[in-house]
T-cell receptor, first 113, second 114 residues
Framework: AQSVSQHNHHVILSEAASLELGCNYSYGGTVNLFWYVQYPGQHLQLLLKYFSGDPLVKGIKGFEAEFIKSKFSFNLRKPSVQWSDTAEYFCAVSAGNNRKLIWGLGTSLGVNP | EAGVTQFPSHSVIEKGQTVTLRCDPISGHDNLYWYRRVMGKEIKFLLHFVKESKQDESGMPNNRFLAERTGGTYSTLKVQPAELEDSGVYFC????????????FGQGTRLTVV
């Protein structure tokens, strides 16, 4: 069965620190990859997505992610976090033309000012 | 443009009672999805509508859950009778028809069964 693994469940950083959140998936075929974010009290929103092409994807608010097919990974990065990045981050995968999303457990990020 | 809206935002019911959750997708979005997050677990897919038809209901836990989408507009998810393990946050999302489209999420309904 397809699954998504997020390596860190709780991360605490100071402002200006660099961020990398790991995401690995298990599926051998074509995948579509997503990172969603949920800010406190708000709905889930898309940070970035990868379908094909350049494996380095840039998203909103300075986030980027790199798809490494050989490692089945799609790690999320940001060079310098801000207090406003405090949120829960979710990696999700859909397989081929199937539209349903398979989700990781989520990573709660706290940024200290 | 209005986003995906869900009602109610919170619901507390007793075991054995019935609860109906509602989702209004973004206007014009043919795809509608229901997901659920049980505390401490990952978000899990429940089902997918295309217009009024159920495209994929492989994630529905059991026959106590009934989803409908009358006329291809809003959708309801009814739990009858509710059990303690049904507690969680129920998310609805919608997307357009095109192949590589983003799913927009509602704020979720937090259901607590006591």
């Amino acid at each position: 069965a397809q699954s998504v693994s997020q390596h860190n469940h709780h991360v605490i950083l100071s402002e200006a620190a660099s961020l990398e959140l790991g995401c690995n998936y298990s599926y051998g075929g074509t995948v579509n990859l997503f990172w969603y974010v949920q800010y406190p009290g708000q709905h889930l929103q898309l940070l970035l997505k990868y379908f094909s092409g350049d494996p380095l994807v840039k998203g909103i608010k300075g986030f980027e992610a790199e798809f490494i097919k050989s490692k089945f990974s799609f790690n999320l990065r940001k060079p310098s976090v801000q207090w406003s990045d405090t949120a829960e981050y979710f990696c999700a995968v859909s397989a081929g033309n199937n539209r349903k999303l398979i989700w990781g457990l989520g990573t709660s990020l706290g940024v200290n000012p | 443009e209005a986003g995906v809206t869900q009602f109610p935002s919170h619901s507390v019911i007793e075991k054995g009672q019935t609860v109906t959750l509602r989702c209004d997708p973004i206007s014009g979005h043919d795809n509608l999805y229901w997901y659920r997050r049980v505390m401490g677990k990952e978000i899990k897919f429940l089902l997918h509508f295309v217009k009024e038809s159920k495209q994929d209901e492989s994630g529905m836990p059991n026959n106590r859950f009934l989803a409908e989408r009358t006329g291809g507009t809003y959708s309801t998810l009814k739990v009858q009778p509710a059990e303690l393990e049904d507690s969680g946050v129920y998310f609805c999302a919608s997307s357009q028809v095109t192949g590589r489209d983003e799913a927009f999420f509602g704020q979720g309904t937090r259901l607590t069964v006591v």
